[in-house]
Structures are given as C-alpha cells and as structure tokens.
C-alpha cells in the first residue's frame, strides 16, 4: 500500500481550500493535515503538522507568499512547497523558484494534474505547468534573467566529481539535508561543497547554478 502524502493546504480564500481538498481526498492516497488563510496560520500549522507537501498562494492577506515559502524553507527545509497560484507571469516563476519552490502551478490546473504535482514534489522532483515551464526555460537560456550570474563553461573542468554530484542535486531542489543523506555525507561538508562550486563558478543562486547544470548537461 502507498505511503499517504500529508497535505498543508495555504491560500486566502475558503471556496478555493475546499475545492483543492476535494481534489485531494478523492484520492486515499492524499491526507490534508490543515488548511490556513494568512501566512501566519501557515507557517504555524507547518511547524505543527510537518506535512510533507504545503500547497502555497503567493497572494496571501498578511504579507506575500514569497516571504512565507521562504520562511518555509528556512525553517523547516525537508518540506516541500508547490505553489499553485493565479500568477503565471515570469517575475512570479523566477522568484518562487529562486525562493525554493518545488513545482509551480496554476489555479486552473485540472484536477489530475495538481495531484500529479503533489506526488512528484513530494517523490523529490520538480512539476511545472507547461506555461510556467516555458518562463523557466526561457530564463535558464539567458532570456534576461541572471546574465551576471553566469559561468564560463570551462569551469566545470575545475569541479571535483564530490561538487558535481552537490550540483546535480542543488539543480534538482534538493535541501542541503536531503543531499547528504543521498551522497552519505554530513549536511556541514554539503554546504561546504555548495560554498566551493558558488565560489568556482561564480554563480550565487540556486536558478543560476541550476541554469549552468542544464547548460552543462548534467541534468535532463
């Protein structure tokens, strides 16, 4: 039998909880452990619950969703958050992602699919809606995001193979914790090996490191 996903659900309107509860306890495999209205209640239910996957809006009454995803992650990093909101515009994507978003989708999503992006979060991998998945793209590309956050290509000669296996899994999301657990390895040497590829690539953010990865073919 498949291990129940713990679900957090975040947004300011009730019509719009219910619904996306509906969605989800029609499936057994999915359990919602709260629903919140601010980013308050947020945060707080997530330190309280520990889901596994918190379904975010960026638009919340006390202050962005931005600032509560990356709180989110701050303080409990093994969370994974999927945004669902109404925003589809580039600026939005960029910043949610750059903030530590897992997947990004948008209020308009079918049913199957905002399931489908719950499990593939919660498994450890991204899920973007096609519309947000060609912003990402496009700014991976160097479509005028980042064009001062890039490296020459020559310096993946200089990771040793420790750091690239960091970067492949920095490119994936993964969290510092979950990295080390993958590669054996304490969270502290993790952050030294992240620390080291910033310092050799002269790259400073997660979208810009995982722009080098694709553009390097370490990652699909």
């Not at 998945?133 to 590309?141: E, F, I, V």
């Not at 956050?149 to 920095?170: I, K, Q, Y």
């Not at 999301?173 to 590669?183: D, P, Q, S, V």
Request: charged content about 25%; proline content about 3%; cysteine-free.
């Amino acid at each position: 039998m498949s291990q129940t996903i713990r679900v957090l659900i975040a947004d300011d309107h009730t019509v719009v909880r219910q619904g996306i509860r509906h969605v989800l306890e029609g499936d057994p495999v999915f359990s919602v452990v709260g629903e919140a209205g601010t980013g308050a209640e947020a945060l707080a239910l997530a330190l309280r619950e520990r889901p596994d996957v918190v379904l975010l809006d960026l638009t919340m009454p006390d202050g962005t969703g931005i600032h509560v995803l990356q709180r989110l992650r701050e303080q409990l990093p093994d969370i994974r958050v999927l945004v669902l909101s109404v925003h589809d515009e580039r600026e939005y994507v960029i910043e949610s992602v750059r903030a530590g978003a897992h997947g990004y989708l948008r209020k308009d999503s079918t049913p199957a699919e905002i399931r489908q992006g719950v499990r593939a979060v919660q498994a450890g991998n991204s899920y973007f809606s096609p519309v947000v998945a060609r912003h990402l793209t496009a700014a991976l590309r160097g479509g005028g995001e980042g064009g001062a956050d890039s490296a020459d290509a020559g310096a993946a000669a200089d990771l040793t193979a420790r750091e690239r296996e960091v970067l492949v899994r920095v490119a994936r999301g993964r969290t510092n914790k979950e990295t080390a657990a993958e590669l054996g390895i304490s969270v502290r040497t993790v952050e030294t090996h992240r620390d080291n590829l910033m310092k050799k690539l002269k790259i400073h953010t997660v979208a810009g490191l995982t722009k080098f990865a694709l553009e390097q073919g370490l990652i699909p």
